[in-house]
Each structure stands twice: as structure tokens, then as C-alpha cells.
DNA sequence: ATTCGACTAGGGGATGCCCCCTAGTCGCCA
DNA sequence: TGGCGACTAGGGGGCATCCCCTAGTCGAAT
């Protein structure tokens, strides 16, 4: 896997890069995804977080790119533990979710960015070459995000549904009507609507069955 | 994207493949791991079943690697359409979860082949090269589950849905309205509203919000 | 050859959903 | 003490949902 090149290459030393996925065909991606770029070399694979952050440590690598779902360590646990423990290795959180739920977390772990994998691939090599430079890197989304949280309230801030709020949003997913609703809490029929109604402006959502999936992943209800 | 090679090629024509996964970096690793070889050719990329179905059904490339899970349709839905459609269109399926449990619907379904993402790299292409060959291909793991289900009868227990109404429900549950489902399948609002109403009433539901507390339980998506 | 189920499409109508707006009371706090 | 946010309630309108019904094609099974 040397470069090919004869001629002087334009840097001195490769980046020394570990990919962590469970999954083989992530692995492979990564790989060749990250190997065509001559500057960029990958030291190893692991495919357990524990494994990840093993290997962190003793091959001391320039940059570890982490799955956050992973068995016995997810990329996260993984994560500190290597900032603990081999401060020089930045980390990189790679999100198989389409959310932002783990950014404040990695973050916080001290990893130096976080990448979504339904994000384009351009943007996983414009991370790495941030970290190279010694640079935070986000997506714009995970920007967008963070911004929000920082500015608090500036318009659909997560969790400020009123405790009303919440009630309605629960039982909306428990499948009950406005007018069931308003039944159970004693309101009538148009407060209901108009606490559903708020909570889904301030949660940027459309309808009831937005609303369900809200509440489910908030382990407001189950499924 | 016509060959360059100006000399004769070694092989008369290269397969023409399509990928679909809703996740850029595995649509990355895919393409790469493909286009190693000589003789495949990736001929689209797509991000969720229907534009996957769409595509094969247009360009009709030698082989589809879809993911299970995808959305709009899953590769399930899009494999069905795309068998009944364009049979001479092979399908492989991509499983993230690492168990078979959409195997024998993936079968069923008429794909050509079953491998799990966590599986080696190597599983995947000798798979290609299987349906290149017009034979099946099942991961070791796959044909043992197959052999034990076969040995000790079906615990695959279908819903009593037709597949029709599975991706009617499905869609439903992904917040679509009648409007935006009677377009991605090509129907109806009415023929979408009588799908729907007929899920409804084999479920014993009243509304959408059941419907997908439903779709959730049965992992046809996520929350 | 007929029956059956799946799929398709539509009419018509009752109800629910969702949005815009106003408007009052209450308690808290700067 | 005036404002602010939460909670309450309603008017009115536009559209979606959900139900009942008929009715055609198609392929598979009997």
C-alpha cells in the first residue's frame, strides 16, 4: 500500500487514520474511501468499541473515526476513554441516525467532529482534513443545531413543551381524539387543539403521526 | 461514463449495477468495492426504495443491491416491484441488522441473494458473482436459519396485509399523506384511501396513529 | 369455466384535523 | 405593577381523513 509516486511527494508524513464500524462493508468504504487520498493512511480496523479504543492506544493514530453504535463500548464511551487516555489521537463521531440526538455527547466526550453517514462522502474527507489542520468540524445540520441550543429559545428549542403540552402530546400518541382528549382532562375541545397545535409548532411538525414518533422516541409512550 | 480502454476488452460487457442505500458513506463504499472490478459497472446510486425501484425499472441495470431498510419503500417493497416489473433485473438485498429476519420475505419477495452488512466484503461480491451466474447466493449463516426454519416450520408468521397495504401502511406511518403516497406509488388518492381503510379494519384500527405505533412495533420503520 | 382475492378507481358524505385569529384569567418576577 | 408565559376558550375556514358504496381488470385456484 505504498504511494506509488516516484517523485517527491508534497508531505513529509501520511495521516495516520483508525476506522471502528461494526460492519465489514462500512469498514471496507471507509477505506478505500479514505486510501485514495495519497496523504491519508489507515492503521487499523476495529469493530467493537473496545477494540476501537485498544487500538487508539497503542498505535497512537492521528485520528479515530468511531461509529457511535457499536457493541461492547459505543463510539461515545470509546471516545473518552481515548481522550483520557491518548489525548493526542483526535476522534471523529460517524451518526448512522439521522439526527443530531448524540452531538452535544460527542461533543462533551471530546471528539473533534461529528459526521452523518447519510451525509455525501465529501463531507467525511472535509472532516478529516479539518482535523488534520487541527480544526473542529460539523455538518452544517449539526451547526444548525448546536446554534439553536446555544442561542436557547430561539424557535424550536427542544423539550420546552409545557407540562400541558406534554400531557396532550402523550395521549395524542396513545391514539386518543381531540375530543377524547378533552374528555380525559376535564378542557374542552379547543384547548386541546390549541396545546397540540403549539406543540407542534414549537417541534416543527406537520401532524398527529409526527407527533407519535416524537413520543415514542422521548419514551413518552410505547410503541 | 463509457470505457476508456481503447484496446479489446477482456470481457464483452461489464454487469451494470444499481445501489441503493439511504446512507451516502455505505452508497460510497459500495460503488468502490464494486468498481474494483473490472467488469461492474455502478450504473446509479439511490437514496430510498422508490427512486431504487424507479431507477431499475428505467435503466434496467444486470443487478440491484438494495438495503432492507430504506425510506418511501423498503427493499422488500421496492424488490417485489421491481420482480414484477422488470423480471430480468436481479436483486440483492443488504441487511444492517444482524440477524436473517427479513430473509425468507426477502426471498419470498424474489431477490436473488441475502447478505448481511457486517459480513465481509468478499460475501458481497461473491454474492455478485453468483447472480451473475443466474445461481442464488445465501451467507452460510442464512442458509443454516434457512435449513432450521425449513426443518422446523415457519415461525415467519406473515400479517394477514397484502403487500400492497404493508407499503400503504408503511408510507402512512412515515407521515405521508394519501396526496404524497398516491404519488410515490403511482396510484390514486382513492386507491391509496381503500388500501389504507382496508389495513385499518384487518388491524382493528381507527386511525393513522395507530397505524403507525403498528408500522413501529413491526419494524417496518423507525420511530 | 367460474369463483375468488388483490388491485385499481371513483362518488358522496360525516367527521376530524389543523390553521389563522382574538381574548380572558392566573401567577410569577423584574 | 406591568409584562410575560401558561392555560383556558372560542370563531371560522380549508382541507384531510375515514367510512359507506359500486365496479372494473387480472391472475390464480377449483
Redesign the interface.
Known amino acids: 500500500m505504498e504511494a506509488q509516486r516516484a517523485y517527491a511527494p508534497p508531505v513529509a508524513e501520511p495521516m495516520k487514520v483508525l476506522i471502528a464500524d461494526?460492519?465489514?462493508?462500512?469498514r471496507?468504504?471507509?477505506r478505500?474511501?479514505l486510501e485514495?487520498q495519497m496523504d491519508i493512511e489507515v492503521v487499523g480496523e476495529a469493530s467493537d468499541g473496545a477494540e476501537a479504543r485498544d487500538m487508539a492506544i497503542r498505535e497512537r493514530p492521528d485520528l479515530a473515526i468511531l461509529d457511535v453504535k457499536m457493541p461492547k463500548l459505543t463510539g461515545l464511551q470509546a471516545t473518552r476513554e481515548i481522550r483520557a487516555q491518548a489525548p493526542d489521537v483526535a476522534v471523529l463521531i460517524?451518526s448512522?441516525y439521522?439526527d443530531e440526538r448524540y452531538l452535544f455527547e460527542a461533543l462533551k466526550a471530546g471528539a473533534s467532529g461529528y459526521v452523518l453517514?447519510?451525509?455525501?462522502?465529501s463531507?467525511?474527507l472535509e472532516a478529516v482534513r479539518a482535523v488534520e489542520r487541527g480544526e473542529p468540524f460539523l455538518t452544517p445540520e449539526a451547526q444548525r443545531a448546536l446554534i439553536q441550543d446555544v442561542l436557547g429559545e430561539g424557535s424550536s428549542r427542544e423539550e420546552d413543551l409545557t407540562p400541558r403540552e406534554q400531557e396532550v402530546v402523550k395521549l395524542?400518541?396513545e391514539?386518543h381524539?381531540n375530543r377524547e382528549i378533552a374528555s380525559i382532562l376535564h378542557l374542552s375541545e379547543k384547548t386541546v387543539e390549541n396545546h397540540r397545535s403549539n406543540a407542534m409548532r414549537k417541534l416543527g411538525m406537520?401532524?398527529?403521526?409526527?407527533l407519535?414518533?416524537y413520543a415514542?422516541?422521548k419514551g413518552l409512550i410505547e410503541?
Open positions: 461494526d460492519h465489514g462493508i462500512v471496507s468504504g471507509l478505500m474511501l485514495r460517524l448512522m439521522d453517514k447519510a451525509q455525501a462522502d463531507d467525511l395524542v400518541a391514539a381524539t406537520r401532524d398527529r403521526v409526527e407519535v414518533r415514542i422516541r410503541p
